[in-house]
């Protein structure tokens, strides 16, 4: 991996927290998911004249992403109504990457060097310690929604990495998502909660267009660099995120930040170096 790629996924990494401290910081997380998918949405409408239109067979994978990318945005929201950022961010993030490697080995047959497992590991067990700490709100409800949503973020990092290299244009490919992902939503919280809850949407407008580039820029960048190394180890670099969303769990949101977390933090970076190096 060049070192460019290496600081343009850390860059990502940081715009990944961010939005989702934006979602933790709401009052009320799935209305304000729904205005950072909206802005992003609104977003890439803007940018889509711009840029040519992905190739024809990554169309049945962004299919499917739009359907996982619901899912993931309803499930993110839930468990951040029963838990802390601190504690359920590192969980869903932190197990995904494994399921991505262990996945795309049997399912595309994405072999990975030995030093690209390790780098890997350390940064999955980092990940993990960061969950088992165990300060900050959030029992089991937490825990089973953060999991779960593990498995989502597996699946639609293999078939966004897979659809984005056979799009031949990653930007295209990003926006398109976007753009088609933030009306499933609405239909959502309008059946969930009635037409009129749509009305809160109006208030919050800059934190929805901070969020709403950030998680557009983010992703698009990580899939972008996901044609140019192996899917696994974009996916596990990109959750060096969960340092950043420490740092503001802490910092901003002023939740409960111990020695254990800070010396997992250490791990997870020095599991982003041995991939840098592998």
């Known amino acids: 991996m060049t070192a460019g790629i290496f600081a343009i996924m850390l860059f990502a990494a940081l715009l990944h927290a961010t939005w989702n401290a934006i979602v933790k910081g709401g009052r009320d ?10 802005a ?3 977003i890439a409408a803007v940018l889509l004249p711009f840029v040519h239109p992905p ?20 499930l993110v929201a839930s468990a951040y109504r029963v838990a802390d950022m601190g504690r359920v961010y590192p969980l869903m993030r932190g197990t995904a990457p494994v399921l991505v490697a262990g996945a795309g080995a049997l399912w595309a047959g994405m072999a990975l060097p030995g030093a690209a497992w390790a780098g890997i590991g350390l940064i999955c067990c980092g990940v993990l310690a960061l969950t088992l700490a165990g300060h900050g709100q959030g029992g ?8 779960l949503n593990a498995v989502v973020i597996a699946t639609y990092t293999l ?62 960048l990580a899939l972008w660099a996901m044609t140019r190394a192996p899917i696994a180890v974009i996916a596990a670099l990109r959750e060096t995120s969960i340092v950043f969303a420490m740092l503001i769990a802490g910092m901003i949101l002023h ?8 010396a997992a933090a250490a791990v997870i970076a020095t599991g982003a170096v041995v991939l840098r190096l592998a």
């Open 255 to 262: 939740e409960r930040i111990g020695r254990t977390r800070m």
């Open 55 to 74: 190739a024809r067979a990554s169309w049945p994978y962004l299919g499917a992403s739009i359907v996982l990318q619901m899912l993931y945005y309803v």
């Open 140 to 147: 089991r409800a937490g825990t089973v929604l953060a999991l």
């Open 159 to 220: 078939v966004d990495g897979t659809g984005a290299r056979l799009s031949g244009a990653p930007a295209a490919y990003t926006l398109w998502l976007f753009l088609a992902s933030s009306p499933p939503l609405l239909v959502w919280i309008a059946a969930t909660r009635g037409v009129g809850a749509l009305g809160a949407l109006r208030g919050g407008l800059l934190p929805g267009l901070a969020g709403g580039a950030g998680t557009l820029v983010s992703y698009g």
């Open 29 to 38: 997380k799935l209305m304000t998911t729904a205005l950072v998918t909206g």
């Open 40 to 42: 992003a949405g609104v």
